[in-house]
């Protein structure tokens, strides 16, 4: 602590035994301040704008401004080109696995110091000496000795405060306040004949130690990028980030070595290459995965399905593991796939075990359907308001009531209840649609033809829905 330092505090003590010389209220004030004047200036140094992303292997990665962790990610920007106001940026996504974060924290917060000492430390460090001026001023104006306790320890909270929430910015000043002031609340609690007190003891927090980086060259980035390359997890991230560092390369040459640039450059082109390779291996892959898998679910081949998990594994570990989120894509699409295999041969299985009482339906049913194909003129003809003449009316109606005594005297299987209630109704609307052609032709009353030719609609609607549906149930199950 400097003199005007001590000085103050000096004065304190003296007022605090008692010793009020008339100028000591301005003198404190003033020397409390001068705390805030003494510290020099900082040398410039790095580019605080500049934080580190530190990988595991030790290599610290460029990012310009503070880097975003999502999930299991960490996502930044690192800069290519000068670092002038508004530099070049690449955004940067890498697995948060790959990064040794204890070390990253650790570089992050000393930036930050050394951020908050190049705009606002001193101005902050003013405010807390004013505060503290003000304070002690306030005990020397003060005759009550409770209330000088009082004002003494809500200045020793504040200084208490102060490295916690300012990156232990000159905490070391702040330790030597606080420890005289500590003497001078001694006194004014005896002072003031306090029995008791309650003096929080709290940590006095650090500045960071760690030292900042130089600011990167353009070859120390180009090799950060190409680092940052060999962690990516996402292809596609990884190629455009690769294409960055080349076209980086390629306008860097005037201040890169020449035969440094060639080696970097063959480096990124081979990179790029055995990521172009790769991809190409993959989708081939996932290509014959995909048709084998949708043409054996179709088949209803369970263990044909099964066996792809295995050839997709292998077939993985062969192109070196470097695409797991394309092959978990891929596993989960055949997964899906073994579960449509196995409900299919579950419904193909049932369909083979009940077949033989489905075609007995179609037998008995058979009658009804070619009386049904055989009335649809006539029903066409009531449809159309046409006809038919009414000497076949009659006829019609008996055939559709033997239609209609056929299928109530067969049971159908529970595979058919809802077909066979669609025929049984077809021929109800059949009977309906006859004999109102029959009344409007005795009445000469059109509302009531038109009723008719509703119904003849109907029923022939209801028939070939019955018997398209039923085509279904007479073939095996399908893939959907």
């Known amino acids: ?32 301040l001068l705390l805030g004047l003494s510290q020099p200036a900082a040398a410039e140094g790095p580019d605080t704008r500049l934080f580190r992303v530190i990988l595991t292997d030790g290599t610290a990665l460029t990012s310009y401004g503070e880097y975003a962790r999502v999930g299991d990610r960490v996502v930044f920007s690192m800069p290519f080109g000068p670092l002038g106001e508004r530099p070049q940026l690449q955004l940067i996504s890498l697995p948060a696995s790959a990064v040794d974060w204890e070390s990253t924290d650790r570089y992050t917060e000393a930036v930050r110091y050394a951020r908050y000492v190049e705009t606002r430390a ?26 000088r306790l009082e004002i003494a320890e809500s200045a020793r909270r504040l200084l208490a405060d102060w490295p916690r929430n300012h990156f232990g910015y000159r905490s070391k000043d702040v330790r030597e306040m606080m420890a005289l002031l500590d003497e001078a609340i001694s006194e004014l609690r005896a002072a003031a004949g306090a029995q008791q007190f309650d003096l929080k003891l709290v940590a006095i927090v650090e500045p960071p130690t760690v030292p900042l980086l130089p600011d990167p060259t353009a070859a120390q980035l180009i090799d950060q990028a190409l680092a940052a390359a060999r962690v990516a997890d996402n292809s596609v991230e990884r190629m455009s980030l690769v294409r960055s560092v080349m076209a980086f390369i390629d306008q860097s040459l005037p201040v890169l070595s020449r035969d440094w640039a ?15 390779k790769t991809d190409e291996g993959y989708a081939k892959l996932r290509q014959r995965i995909i048709a084998s898998a949708d043409r054996r679910a179709a088949a209803a081949d369970v263990r044909g399905v099964d066996r792809l998990l295995l050839q997709i594994r292998k077939a993985d570990a062969a192109l070196g593991s470097k695409r797991p989120d394309d092959v978990a ?48 003129p006539a029903l066409a003809e009531i449809r159309s308001l046409s006809g038919p ?5 009659a006829r019609l109606r008996q055939r559709i009531s ?23 109704s077809a021929c109800h609307l ?31 609607m209801l028939v070939i829905r019955a018997w398209t549906d039923m085509q279904t149930l007479f073939r095996p199950p399908e893939l959907r």
């Open 430 to 460: 059949a009977a309906q649609a006859v004999e109102g052609r029959e009344r409007a032709v005795v009445s000469q009353d059109l509302r009531v033809a038109w009723d008719a030719s509703a119904a003849a609609s109907g029923a022939t």
């Open 402 to 424: 033997a239609m209609s005594e056929r299928l109530a005297a067969i049971a159908p299987p529970a595979e058919m209840a809802s077909l066979h209630a669609m025929l049984v």
């Open 262 to 276: 060639k080696r970097a450059r063959a480096s990124a082109l081979a990179t790029l290459k055995a990521d172009t």
């Open 1 to 32: 602590m400097n003199n005007s330092a001590l000085a103050a505090f000096d004065l304190l003590r003296a007022l605090v035994a008692g010793r009020r010389p008339p100028w000591s209220r301005l003198a404190l004030a003033g020397a409390v």
């Open 122 to 147: 001193e101005e902050d460090y003013s405010s807390l000496t004013g505060e503290i001026a003000r304070l002690l001023n306030e005990v020397s104006q003060t005759a009550d000795a409770g209330r």
């Open 389 to 393: 003449n009414p000497r076949s009316l």
């Open 329 to 376: 894509a891929l596993i989960a699409h055949v997964e899906t796939k073994l579960d449509s295999a196995r409900r299919l041969r579950l419904a193909r299985d049932r369909w083979a075990l009940r077949s033989g009482v489905l075609f007995a339906y179609r037998e008995l049913t058979a009658a009804v359907i070619r009386d049904f194909e055989a009335i649809k």
